[in-house]
């Protein structure tokens, strides 16, 4: 019905949804993990082994840990995974032999962790933290922290993570994490899409409709997937902020931070990194 909706108003939300935010300027990652409902979706897609939105396959968390356990033994290795959700990785570390502490400030994903190590028998310090805010446990052989979390950080968090880490590690202690590829954000197109319950309900238990804005900043190889979610009843926003690497820019991030070596490999055989759209490990020492 004409009027029914101020013509001002729609026209503030909508322009404003398809600005060009200055990168990294607002965040919401919270969002994701402490609403109810989206925590228990994310915990769904981190279990789903038929796609890669919230975590990697089975398989490719093997060969990853696999490799990672024989450049760097697990066994009496004392090993932090930041962001260790779930437990897919942690659970992989301990059965190898490392003492295990995991991090996270999602409380539903833990809860499953804590399940899953006890039916497992295995001994894993679980603690919910932000592991940029939150001290965390020092003296460590190996950090790890995976499926693009540095990526999703502020540049001025990126350095935080990076001090925190170095502090935390033993002289000889190594930081393992992961990035996304700029050859990924070159298959990336700006876009916008309008549906109801976009992604099949997975920001809100009952009616919505979605609007997802998908923007590529090319010079600074950052893309943002910006969300407007209105139910009947609120309506919120989330910025998902993405910082793309190439070797060369990841490796003098880190050395800026005070690490002594940097190298790159591929996150599956832990060989070289053939280049492409896919990400890479990155290996630092302080």
Known sequence: MRGAYPGAIMYDVLADLLARPAPFSVSTTETLWTDPHIASEMLRFHLDETNDFASRRKSTIDAFVGWLDRRFPFTGASVTDLGCGPGLYTARYAKRGAVVTGLDFSGNSLAYARKAAEAAGLSIDYRQADYLRDEFVGNQDLVTLIYGDFCAMAPSKRRLLLDKVKAALKPNGVFVFDVFSTGMLAEISEG????????????????YVGLKSTLVYRDEAIGLDRYLIAAPDHTFQVYNWMQ???????????MAAGYSTVEIADFRTGGSWAGGATAFAVIARP
């Open 192 to 207: 916008t899409t309008l549906e109801s319950r976009l992604m099949n309900g997975f920001w809100a238990p009952g009616e």
């Open 244 to 254: 793309y690497y190439t070797p060369a820019s990841i490796i003098e991030e880190v």
